[in-house]
């Protein structure tokens, strides 16, 4: 279906002055979504999904389930370089244990005790967490069959539009050391299944929005895209 729009009581003058404003409004619109890391981005591309479902039916019982206490989880490292960061903010995002006694709300401590330290992020960033870990149902659900999950990092860069909504931002706009890297990977799931180990591998692809000051303090996390809707 073709829609037309007609310019009523509008010169050709006027209607250009009006085209040229639509497109400025539009392309200001396209540099605030391309900047939502820096305040909304996990809240503009709507609600996320659940987890994806366990590789194979539970196990009336799994190793490891009940007779061990919980385990300290590694703190993030702390880093000046970004890509360095990036990768360990990736692993400890995909990477848990329902075995280990600990809880979903264990794993994003870790990853908030690397947020904006000025914590406007923080709100924001626990709910962009929520989006990659099971919920607490579907968590004691794993826990039965005694599922783990990790990540392969297959490529880390700095997505173009980033680059092009940097060079559009005003300035003071954003932070200095601000970046954002998409990251591309294999998430791999484990589990035991009528006593019998079983796995999945399925693809996902996210992004990563940080700031490393430059005066050398270490790197902290702002958000993450909505998974497997990463910036391009």
Not at 2 to 21: E, K, Q
């Amino acid at each position: 279906m073709r829609v037309r729009v007609h310019l009523v009581g509008m010169n050709s003058t006027d209607a250009s002055r009006s085209r040229r404003r639509l497109v400025v409004l539009v392309s200001a619109a396209v540099v605030v979504l391309l900047l939502v890391g820096i305040g909304v981005y996990g809240l503009v591309a709507g609600p996320r999904t659940t987890s994806d479902p366990p590789p194979a039916p539970p196990s009336p019982t799994a190793p490891g389930t009940t007779e061990q206490g919980p385990r300290d989880l590694a703190p993030i490292p702390e880093t000046d370089d970004p890509e360095k960061f990036v990768r360990a903010v990736a692993e400890a995002l995909f990477g848990w244990d329902t075995t280990s006694g600990l809880m979903p709300l264990d794993y994003t401590s870790v990853l908030l005790k690397v947020a904006d330290p000025s914590g406007v992020e923080q709100a924001g960033l626990a709910s962009d967490i929520a989006g990659y870990l099971p919920n607490r149902e579907t968590w004691v659900e794993l826990r039965k069959y005694g599922t783990t999950q990790r990540l392969e990092i297959t490529d880390v860069f700095v997505p173009e539009a980033w680059a092009e909504a940097e060079s559009q931002a005003q300035p003071g706009q954003l932070a200095p050391g601000t970046t954002a890297y998409a990251v591309e990977g294999v998430r791999h799931r484990q589990g035991i299944w009528n006593d019998e180990a079983t796995s999945s591998a399925h693809e996902v692809a996210f992004t990563i929005f940080l700031t490393c000051p430059p005066d050398g303090d270490p790197c902290y996390l702002l958000r993450l895209s909505i998974l497997d809707q990463p910036l391009r």
